[in-house]
């Protein structure tokens, strides 16, 4: 069944269930201008035609970190009120685990029908914070190793296979350490849970000062294999030296990857893996604020943008995201040729065993600071 179908097949419903007066749902989304553009353009119309009177205004804060934190800045300026002025949230791992500690969110996860079509683990730990029940993947995204096969036709599967490679095969290996995007600096966070010994640790635990001790080893090892590699000027520049031959291989984001070979931006042949024992990638979350003026509105918003027609034909077809919820539950409505191209390199049982999460905030820090000291 196609999506404008199943829509109108579920307006009746739904149009009992909620209100049908003049209602303004706010949704503030951290990230780029496309982020926007998707709510506007692709969720609003839609979800307004369910909900005759409801209008979807999209308000963008910014890219990154400063769009989530711009959202933080907004919500902890209205604690304490009775309503805030947004109604759902779209942000970054980082500062959803700060609003549910602050306790700015709403737990709402349970209350939707698209609840429980969550498996990952980053739907329950967002960097070594809890977050559980209060925050639904809107999408997910990957670091991977592109590479040519044509110069690699037997590609490393791992950190240390790939430590040998680089040495055997100097200036093959292209990245931007951990300037330029964040392709780099998820390498050099899987760099460290190949090479140490407190990767849990990382992942879901402030290590403090005594952290320090543990990573700099693997980062003096890290040091030694930067000797070997191109350095790239970002994520784009990773892309453009693998599409000219200049490098071989090299940490991309995965829908960017695929968003390139689509328009014609990358030679088509190159590949995909993700190295054991694990690379990282993060999810972007959907969040209701404490005292959100729409909330029973917000929460069906949410249950609509992330069910599987629209994860389907917004998450994946639009941007090449993987799905937030499990990809088992967007299957059926993707076509083979569709399901192929997302996954043809990378299965979702790859993405379940070596998907990992981003080290825990603190952490974060601790890492780019350290290798500031000892890599550069």
Aim: glycine share 10%.
């Amino acid at each position: 069944m196609t999506l404008p179908l199943l829509l109108a097949g579920a307006a009746t419903a739904l149009a009992l269930a909620l209100p049908a007066e003049a209602q303004t749902l706010t949704i503030a989304t951290a990230g780029d201008a496309n982020m926007v553009e998707y709510i506007d353009e692709f969720l609003a119309p839609r979800f307004e035609a369910l909900h005759p009177g409801v209008t979807v205004r999209a308000l963008g804060t910014g890219p990154g970190d400063g769009g989530s934190q711009a959202i933080w800045e907004r919500l902890v300026a209205q604690a304490g009120a009775e309503r805030v002025d947004v109604d759902v949230a779209v942000v970054h791992q980082r500062m959803a685990g700060q609003m549910v500690r602050e306790e700015l969110l709403t737990a709402y996860r349970d209350a939707i029908e698209t609840g429980g079509l969550v498996t990952r683990d980053t739907a329950e730990v967002a960097l070594g914070v809890d977050v559980g029940g209060y925050v639904m993947p809107m999408f997910h995204s990957q670091i991977a190793i592109a590479y040519n096969p044509d110069l690699v036709p037997q590609p490393p599967q791992t950190y240390e296979e790939l430590a040998a490679w680089a040495e055997a095969n100097p200036g093959l290996f292209g990245y931007n350490g951990i300037t330029g995007g964040m392709s780099g600096v998820g390498f050099v966070f899987g760099w460290l849970y190949a090479f140490t010994e407190v990767a849990d640790e990382i992942k879901n635990a402030p290590l403090g000062e005594e952290g320090v001790q543990a990573i700099t080893p693997a980062l003096e090892k890290l040091a030694a294999f930067n000797g070997h590699v191109t350095k790239t000027p970002g994520n784009a520049g990773t892309l453009d030296a693998l599409n000219r031959g200049e490098i071989a291989m090299g940490p991309v984001w995965m829908d960017m990857f695929y968003t390139w070979v689509a328009d014609g931006r990358l030679n088509p042949d190159l590949r995909l893996l993700v190295l054991g024992p694990g690379m990282p990638g993060q999810p972007m979350y959907y969040v209701v604020p404490n005292g959100a003026p729409n909330e029973e509105l917000a929460r069906a918003f949410v249950s609509f943008a992330t069910s599987p027609e629209v994860q389907a034909e917004g998450i994946v077809r639009r941007f090449n995201w993987f799905p937030g919820i499990d990809p088992q539950h967007v299957r059926p409505i993707l076509s083979d040729d569709e399901w192929q191209r997302l996954f043809a390199d990378v299965s979702p049982e790859i993405l379940a065993e070596r998907g990992w999460s981003m080290p825990q905030a603190d952490n974060f820090r601790l890492i780019l600071e350290t290798y500031e000291r000892v890599v550069r």
